[in-house]
């Protein structure tokens, strides 16, 4: 990493101080101190990430602890304007930003910057979603962003189509605001603003040269959005419109090397981050939820597709029927449940702590099932993790918003820390033994930590 990436980030991480410090006084979701602590939990992040052998601190080789550093200032920047002073486009922009800024200053090291901007995203999304009521959406249009771009190095696609597509997107959000503002409401010009914008952007790359199918992926999203809208007037049967996204993802899967999903799986939360501002396009309740969950459906997808690529399964750990694999989908699609219903006890005033316990659960959990059963238990725990968010939405589960930023924790910690895990999947059985039993003891000492809190809190309401 250069002299002016480390400046541009140190720039980043400060100016999200300032807004953390400034936003304070008006958290009313959180006591006083929760957006600074945000912040030092984030430099606490991006200490952990950066290596001091062979790499030192501030030289190349840092480059996810840069995406860490640079992505949290931009998440708290923001924030504070999305949540404090009620610009949704621009506290879209910011963290949408950062992939760009790797893509201009990690050159070098995309993929571990592109890593730890999903780790920054994760951290935010876990400690302020109940803050910024945008933040799902955003969270979900980033990681599609940066996982998009990780994606084109091992499919040979163009880098930037994915940057010009949210580009176009953010661009049809600015305007639908200001139309609103102009009393000019409904969802119709927000959705043609949309596809507008993602139709030009298709057009262009084809005039340009490409002859990647842009314009048949655009259209294909088109169909999937239409047809979720059309089919979301029934608050009972909108969520098994679902089956629309599910399509989409079968239809584009297969297109350039995985790229295609990729595409569809931005696309779709950058409609959920438009069309779910009820301000300006009316939804429905119900139907944003649809919105939401088909991002996260898609861009679940297009994690684990990378996970895939960067951790490719050979014999003896191919097998994906395989017994630890199912145990690992098992653990996630009710442990994760279990975790996400005790954390909602306390509604949007959760305290904290709660969400730290949580957020540690849910992305330490698959690195020690890693650890203990190699890659296989990672992929099985993050098709359980998707498994467990869309049940609670097709059932109607308010835990939905809790089980969302959870479910995707686990790949956006795998991602970077996979194969740090899985070389003690090779140790011995002793070792891995003693992993196992480490882990359940934790668990244990957390379950007893949470049961005295919790009664002595009970016992002082």
């Keep these: 990493m250069s002299l002016a990436a480390w400046s541009v980030g140190g720039v980043c991480f400060g100016l999200g101080l300032v807004a953390a410090l400034m936003a304070r006084a008006r958290a009313l979701m959180f006591p006083a101190f929760a957006l600074p602590l945000v912040w030092l939990l984030a430099l606490l992040a991006f200490g952990l990430t950066l290596p001091t052998e062979p ?29 404090r002073l009620h610009y949704e486009w621009l506290g879209a922009l910011l963290p949408m930003a950062a992939p760009v800024l790797a893509l201009l200053l990690a050159r070098e090291g995309l993929l571990p910057a592109l890593w730890g901007i999903g780790i920054a995203t994760g951290l935010i999304w876990l400690l302020l979603g109940r803050a910024w009521e945008s933040l799902e959406s955003v969270a979900l ?25 949210a580009g176009a997107g953010l661009a049809a959000f600015g305007l639908a605001t200001l139309l609103a503002r102009a009393g000019r409401v409904g969802w119709s010009l927000s959705y043609i603003l949309l596809f507008g914008g993602f139709t030009l952007t298709a057009v262009g790359y084809r005039l340009a040269g490409s002859d990647a199918p842009w314009l048949q992926l655009v259209l294909l999203t088109l169909i999937a959005a239409t047809l979720a809208r059309g089919l979301a007037g029934s608050e009972l049967w909108s969520r098994y419109a679902l089956l629309v996204w599910v399509g989409l993802l ?22 959920a981050l438009v069309m779910t501002h009820r301000a300006f396009t009316r939804a429905s309740t119900h139907e944003n939820a649809l919105y939401v969950a088909g991002a996260l459906l898609l861009v679940s997808v297009l994690g684990f597709r990378l996970f895939a690529l960067s951790y490719p399964l050979r014999p003896p750990r191919a097998d994906v029927y395989i017994y630890f694999t199912l145990i690992a989908f098992l653990i996630a699609l009710v442990g994760l449940g279990a975790l996400a219903l005790w954390w909602s006890q306390r509604g949007a005033h959760a305290p904290l702590w709660r ?54 924790l686990g790949l956006i910690v795998v991602l970077p820390l996979g194969s740090i895990a899985a070389v ?6 002793a070792t891995r033994i003693g992993i196992a039993v480490g882990l359940a003891t934790a668990l244990a000492l957390t379950a007893i930590l949470i049961a005295v809190v919790d009664r002595e809190q009970n016992s002082s309401a």
């Design 141 to 165: 249009s980033v990681l599609a962003l940066s996982w998009t771009t990780g994606l084109a190095l091992y499919a040979g696609a163009p880098r930037w189509f994915g940057v010009c597509l």
């Design 55 to 83: 790499a030192p601190y501030f030289q190349a080789g840092g480059a996810l602890g840069w995406g860490v550093l640079t992505a949290s200032g931009l998440w708290l920047m923001g924030a504070y304007v999305g949540s």
């Design 250 to 271: 079968a239809a584009a899967f297969a297109t350039m090397r995985g790229f295609g999903v990729a595409v569809c799986a931005l696309m779709t939360a950058l409609h």
């Design 355 to 408: 969400a730290l316990v949580a957020g540690f659960w849910a992305s330490a959990a698959p690195l020690a099932l890693t650890a203990v059963f190699s890659e296989r238990a990672a992929a099985g725990w993050s098709v359980g993790a998707l498994g467990a968010a869309l049940g609670a939405y097709l059932y109607g589960n308010t835990l939905f918003r809790w089980l969302a930023p959870l479910s995707l």
């Design 424 to 429: 003690f999947a090779d140790a011995p059985r």
